[in-house]
């Protein structure tokens, strides 16, 4: 079990930063979709 | 339409979620512990993979952007743009992962070898994309540097590729392609494989249909101010 630390360090930081892009990714979104809403309503009054 | 989209990217996601738990049992649970490099040559397995996304996500940049060039399509650049910023976050795990393997492997962090060193160099040249394109503020001419850059830039891939076959590095050979893998190895590692390349393929869909989004805004913004 020698190294254990730098195999569970690798992976750990894999899933850190797919996750993390992921959660970037997630708010975007939802702050592009409130924007198009606002758009689209503002364009219809 | 948006209907299927969502069905299409449920099933995407429900297969990325499957494939990396299968990885992530093969690796940890299946695959024999290798002789010499011991418990932490299991970081390979997600190493590798995660570096033929990087290739991936640069060759699909080079493509879009000779399309976009091509096209004009702001579609095309939306996929090009949003491949470089997936691949850029594989190559920062590549540059990672890869000096967490070499301290107990070789001793050191790192050294400044052809392949380590190109990768770098392919990890400078991307975020320089990413960066123009960020500082760049009229969309059509940041998408127009951003397709130049992920041409030219493309360069360095088959360069970091071929690092370790053209020197001598101390980054060890492509060991996959000269039957340097036992059976479950060779079959952990396409497992991974899969799992990355299903999950690159989803977060690139996402990131695209983000860029395809904010460029509907820009769009409806000039359609409010007319």
Redesign the interface.
């Given at each position: 079990?020698?190294?254990?630390g730098?195999?569970l360090?690798?992976?750990a930081?894999?899933w850190a930063?797919?996750f993390g892009?992921?959660l970037v990714?997630l708010r975007?979104?939802r702050k592009?979709?409130k924007?198009?809403d606002a758009?689209?309503e503002?364009?219809e009054k | 339409m948006n209907g299927n989209h969502n069905l299409r990217n449920g099933i995407l996601w429900g297969l990325g979620f499957v494939l990396m738990i299968a990885a992530l049992y093969m690796v940890f649970a299946y695959v024999p512990t290798e002789k010499h490099g011991?418990?932490?040559q299991?970081?390979f397995y997600?190493?590798v993979p995660?570096a033929w996304v990087s290739f991936l996500a640069f060759f699909v940049t080079f493509i879009y952007s000779i399309l976009y060039l091509w096209k004009r399509e702001t579609k095309w650049d939306a996929v090009a743009c949003a491949s470089a910023e997936?691949g850029v976050?594989f190559t920062?795990?590549v540059l990672?992962?890869g000096p967490?393997?070499a301290?107990?492997a070789w001793g050191i962090w790192w050294t400044w070898d052809a392949r380590l060193t190109t990768s770098l160099v392919l990890w400078l040249i991307y975020v320089a994309y990413l960066l123009v394109r960020g500082l760049t503020g009229e969309p059509s001419r940041a998408a127009r540097y951003g397709a130049v850059i992920g041409i030219v830039g493309f360069i360095d891939v088959p360069i970091v590729f071929l690092t370790v076959n053209l020197w001598r590095t101390q980054h060890p050979t492509t060991i996959i392609f000269e039957g340097g893998l036992t059976s479950p190895m060779l079959a952990t590692l396409m497992v991974c494989i899969v799992a990355f390349t299903v999950?690159y393929i989803v977060?690139i869909i996402?990131?695209a249909?983000?860029k395809n989004?904010?460029a509907?805004?820009r769009r409806?913004?000039i359609?409010?101010a007319e």
């Open positions: 079990m020698e190294n254990l730098y195999l360090a690798a992976y930081v894999i930063v797919v892009y992921i990714l975007k979104q592009l979709k924007q198009v758009l689209k503002s364009m | 011991g418990i932490v299991r970081i997600f190493h995660v997936v976050i920062t795990l990672i992962t967490i393997w301290k107990p999950l977060l996402q990131s249909g983000l989004l904010e509907e805004i409806l913004r359609m409010k």
